[in-house]
T-cell receptor
Framework: AQTVTQSQPEMSVQEAETVTLSCTYD???????LFWYKQPPSRQMILVIR??????QNATENRFSVNFQKAAKSFSLKISDSQLGDAAMYFC????????????FGTGTRLKVLA | ETGVTQSPTHLIKTRGQQVTLRCSSQ?????VSWYQQALGQGPQFIFQ???????GRGNFPPRFSGLQFPNYSSELNVNALELDDSALYLC?????????????FGPGTRLTVT
């Protein structure tokens, strides 16, 4: 069974600084997708960034980038130039490419941005 | 294009009662998934519907059931409510079942069982 682990329950970062959130996962599949979702206090989950496992190049979306290490089964999120609006729960998620296509989520990391 | 909507926003029920939660998919999306998010936890997959058929189920008992309608809206029904069913219930829709198509989440329904 696939699992997703986020070992940092809470992280803090100064505004304008850079922070990295960690995620590890376990799977026997060779092809899958990995995601980072943001859940602000308003509760609605928003996709931050997506990585296809078959792509070696790390995904980047503006200030958000990932470090995808397939062999190590690691998928960290780097937020550059942190802004107050980045404060939220961040969830790492795994989705296989066949079957039910369900998402498997980690337990989340609460990010605090300090002014 | 409208987003995913859920109703009601909040709900309080008594142990043993039954509850129905509703979800309207994003326009054009034929796949709906339901998740349970307990306080302080990540969402847990309950089940998925694709074109009105259940397409997979997580580790939830049969008292959790669902429906998807021809317009792709969906319901989650929970019978014989237990205190541990208190959680945020999230609905997510996607254009297709898999591939590169991401899921779009609704704002959730907060269920409290007393």
């Amino acid at each position: 069974a696939q699992t997703v682990t986020q070992s940092q329950p809470e992280m803090s970062v100064q505004e304008a600084e850079t922070v990295t959130l960690s995620c590890t996962y376990d799977t026997s599949e060779s092809d899958y997708y990995l995601f980072w979702y943001k859940q602000p206090p308003s509760r609605q989950m928003i996709l931050v960034i997506r990585q296809e496992a078959y792509k070696q190049q790390n995904a980047t979306e503006n200030r958000f980038s990932v470090n995808f290490q397939k062999a190590a089964k690691s998928f960290s999120l780097k937020i550059s130039d942190s802004q107050l609006g980045d404060a939220a729960m961040y969830f790492c998620a795994y989705r296989c490419t066949s079957g039910t296509y369900k998402y498997i989520f980690g337990t989340g990391t609460r990010l605090k941005v300090l002014a | 294009e409208t987003g995913v909507t859920q109703s009601p926003t909040h709900l309080i029920k008594t142990r043993g009662q039954q509850v129905t939660l509703r979800c309207s998919s994003q326009s054009g999306h034929n796949t709906v998934s339901w998740y349970q998010q307990a306080l302080g936890q990540g969402p847990q997959f309950i089940f998925q519907y694709y074109r009105e058929e259940e397409n997979g189920r997580g580790n939830f008992p049969p008292r959790f059931s669902g429906l998807q309608f021809p317009n792709y809206s969906s319901e989650l029904n929970v019978n014989a409510l237990e205190l541990d069913d208190s959680a945020l219930y999230l609905c997510a829709s996607s254009l297709k079942r898999g591939g590169e198509h991401e899921q779009y989440f609704g704002p959730g329904t907060r269920l409290t069982v007393t």
